[in-house]
Antibody
Framework: QVQLVESGGGVVQPGRSLRLSCAAS????????MHWVRQAPGKGLEWVAI????????YYADSVKGRITISRDDSKNTVYLQMNSLRAEDTAVYYC???????????WGQGTLVTVSS | DIQMTQSPSTLSASVGDRVTITCRAS??????LAWYQQKPGKAPKLLIY???SLESGVPSRFSGSGSGTEFTLTISSLQPDDFATYYC?????????FGQGTKLEIK
């Protein structure tokens, strides 16, 4: 079945880096754009980044621009989120999601929790 | 960036009620508007895309309308499974902004 599984979350100190991974299965990964969306504890959803199906286009939320990089490896059916210079406000559950219909997200992973704390 | 504002923030209703949630955009997003449902501890689920298109498998009691800057999500007859938080999202620009959410509670 169609599935997305995130990994790589954990506790990290402010200023450090972390890379999240999202493994896809059950669909033709290379045909879809992929998103990352985050949700701080008890808060709403915040879109973070998108990468196009061919990897040529990447867009970011202003709140993470310059600190976060999205990438994909179609040979591994995996999308990544490299997060640098982490701040306390980056603490959240990070979801990867499949893009469809021109920009919405139709399939989501279960999320991985990132906690930025000293 | 385009700002999305939902109202109300919290809505109390009973099973069988008809409820409407409103989402307003700070500038026109045409009909590039989606609605999601999220239950505690779970990932969001797409309900509506392109303002009024029902995602496959979503019950027909859910409907969306609107264009430009004002949109609504209507649930025609609330079921127990519908008590959750609902988010709108614009995808007109590459900022994909979400609204702040509307929590639908049991009265």
């Amino acid at each position: 079945q169609v599935q997305l599984v995130e990994s790589g979350g954990g506790v990290v100190q402010p200023g450090r880096s972390l890379r999240l991974s999202c493994a896809a299965s059950g669909f033709t990964f290379s045909s879809y754009a992929m998103h990352w969306v985050r949700q701080a504890p008890g808060k709403g959803l915040e879109w973070v980044a998108i990468i196009s199906s061919d990897g040529s286009k990447k867009y970011y939320a202003d709140s993470v621009k310059g600190r976060i990089t999205i990438s994909r490896d179609d040979s591994k059916n995996t999308v990544y989120l490299q997060m640098n210079s982490l701040r306390a406000e980056d603490t959240a559950v990070y979801y990867c999601a499949r893009g469809q219909y021109g920009g919405v997200t139709t399939v989501w992973g279960q999320g991985t929790l990132v906690t930025v704390s000293s | 960036d385009i700002q999305m504002t939902q109202s109300p923030s919290t809505l109390s209703a009973s099973v069988g009620d008809r409820v409407t949630i409103t989402c307003r955009a700070s500038q026109s997003v045409s009909n590039w508007l989606a609605w999601y449902q999220q239950k505690p501890g779970k990932a969001p689920k797409l309900l509506i895309y392109k303002a009024s298109s029902l995602e496959s498998g979503v019950p027909s009691r859910f409907s969306g309308s609107g264009s430009g800057t004002e949109f609504t999500l209507t649930i025609s007859s609330l079921q127990p499974d519908d008590f959750a938080t609902y988010y709108c999202q614009q995808y007109d620009t590459y900022s994909y902004t979400f609204g702040q959410g509307t929590k639908l509670e049991i009265k």
